[in-house]
Structures are given as structure tokens and as C-alpha cells.
């Protein structure tokens, strides 16, 4: 059901290189996975205006404040370390 | 496309020795502009963005990377310069900027949109996830070893 599919939200410096790689990983990996998301991508700065209808945040960069969606802040999909207890978590988080 | 689509021979340094993290973004930003790959800004703006957002990665290895890059607006034409260094330099880690990373492969990305040229975005993060790879590239002395190292981290 795609009513069911999670949005997830990818957060960089500014969004032209970094969070591309870790929002197409993300997504591959799931999709191997069986669970289906969609991904947005922005700078770390625009996050605060981004988050409506987002189920999750995944950044490589910190991010300022209460955002009111779960955040995971990551360098494991550009890295690859510890890119298996993280996408544990993402599952978790995303409750699917 | 693919890394070696985008790599620039003229734009890549090796055994480079740098003073610090500006020195070696300077260096092989002003190899991209002279190739005629990114505006007068381009060495400027990355500095700054550095500065804000740093890009230094830990890798598992005994070599870490930096990744700098900048907006779209300083490029004319995608493309990728990149520099060993013979003794790292400090960048601060993208995740935790307050925290020093010793630095000894960098990436200067030349990308002109965002999202684009994702294959070798991917490819650049299957390098960093490589220790083989870094390795073998951290030893080539001319382009003509990083380009056998990276056709052969493809297959």
C-alpha cells in the first residue's frame, strides 16, 4: 500500500552531494529489504521547514533543535562503519 | 558515468605535501578553475563552506578523507580533482565539527546540480568503504596508476 510508504528526510551541508549518496543507499538497501520509501533531500538549514508528512531525518550534519521527527545522524552510508546497526535503527525508527 | 568520466588528470595531486586544509582545497581548486572547470569563486566559496560545514570522514582504515565541495553556482562543469597528501592534514569531521580528523586522501567535488552525477557520487563512497582501494591509491605515483586502481575497484 503505498499510503503505508515512509517519507524519509535526508539532511547535508547543501544538498548537492552528500545526502544524494546516502538518500540512494538508503533507498536501495530498504527496497532489498522489502520496505519501500520514498526520500527528500535538503540542507541542514532548510530541515526546520521540511519535516511536514516526514517520518524520519537522517543527517550527516548536526542539526539545531527540538524538529519533532525522529533523527539519525549518520556518516556510515558515505563511510560504510557501522552501516548495519544503522539501518537497524532506521527500520526501528520508521516502525515498519 | 563514473569516477574516471569525471576525474581531471590536470586536477590530481599526488604525494602532495600541504600545509593544512586550506592549502590543498586551495590547490586543487585552482587546478580545476585553470582546467577550466569551476568560476573564480569556486576556491573561495569552498573554503568557506569548509569552514561551516566541514567534510573530514574517519574511514576504518588507517587513511581518512575529506570530501570538499561547494554550491552549484561556482561550477561551469562537473568534474573531480583529487590529492594524496604525504602527511595528512587536519579537516574537522562532518558529523561532529568540533572534532579534528587527520586527513590523507581528499576530493575536491566539481558538481554543477544538485543530484546529479550520482554514479560517481557512489562511486567515491564505494572508494571511502575500500581499505584496498585507499590504499592501493594512496601508493600511485601518476594518473596513469589511479586510473588502473579505480578501473579495477570497479570490477
Known sequence: MTAMRKTILVACGTAVATSTVVAKSIEEILRDRGIDVVTRQCKASEVANMTSGVDLIVTTTPLQGNLGVPVIQTLAFLTGMGKEAVIEQIIQALKV | ?155
Open chain 2, 1 to 155: 558515468m563514473n569516477i574516471l568520466d569525471l576525474l581531471v588528470p590536470s586536477s590530481v595531486a599526488l604525494h602532495y605535501t600541504a600545509a593544512d586544509s586550506k592549502d590543498v582545497i586551495t590547490h586543487l581548486g585552482k587546478r580545476l578553475f585553470d582546467a577550466g572547470y569551476v568560476r573564480d569563486t569556486f576556491v573561495d566559496a569552498a573554503l568557506d563552506r569548509e569552514s561551516r560545514l566541514p567534510t573530514g570522514l574517519p574511514l576504518s582504515g588507517d587513511v581518512n578523507a575529506a570530501i570538499p565541495h561547494t554550491e552549484v553556482e561556482h561550477v561551469m562543469k562537473p568534474g573531480l580533482a583529487m590529492a594524496t597528501l604525504s602527511a595528512p592534514v587536519t579537516f574537522q569531521n562532518m558529523i561532529s565539527p568540533e572534532e579534528a580528523v587527520p586527513c590523507q586522501l581528499v576530493f575536491v567535488m566539481a558538481l554543477d546540480q544538485p543530484k546529479a552525477q550520482i554514479e560517481m557520487l557512489q562511486e567515491i563512497a564505494g572508494i571511502l568503504q575500500d581499505p584496498a582501494v585507499i590504499s592501493d591509491l594512496m601508493s600511485a605515483s601518476d594518473f596513469e596508476a589511479v586510473r588502473a586502481v579505480l578501473l579495477k575497484g570497479r570490477a
